[in-house]
């Protein structure tokens, strides 16, 4: 049964720190990239963090470059997303995702809230 498993979110004051992790299962994990994409209310859906299956390749755009860090651990079929120096802007639904081909599969979303 293909299931994501994503905690880690919450609130957190600018500055801080929030560790997201998924947990997937239900189909072959470490073939597939894996990645966090977020969306803010009346924003565009944004890719946030990619990895490739083996963990050797790493994807981040500029708006999170030297803040965001993405892992994975292939033997516990989990990526993880550490997120520091937080700001205001950086709040929203996060996403994580598994590709491979043409095949995406999708997690529910974990809610980050930056405020003060």
């Known amino acids: 049964q293909l299931q994501f498993v994503e905690s880690g979110g919450g609130w957190v004051q600018p500055g801080g720190s929030l560790n997201l992790s998924c947990t997937a299962s239900?189909?072959?994990?470490?073939?597939?990239?894996m990645g966090w994409y977020r969306q803010a209310p009346e924003k565009e859906r944004e890719l946030v963090g990619r990895?490739?299956?083996?963990?050797?390749?790493?994807y981040y755009p500029d708006s999170v470059k030297d803040r965001f860090t993405i892992s994975r651990d292939n033997a516990e079929n989990t990526v993880y997303l550490q997120m520091n120096h937080l700001k205001s802007e950086d709040a929203a639904l996060y996403y994580c995702?598994?590709?491979?081909?043409?095949?995406?599969?999708w997690g529910q979303g974990t809610q980050v809230t930056v405020s003060l």
């Open positions: 990895i490739s299956g083996d963990g050797g390749t790493t």
């Open positions: 995702f598994a590709t491979y081909g043409i095949a995406s599969l």
């Open positions: 239900g189909f072959p994990f470490n073939l597939y990239t």
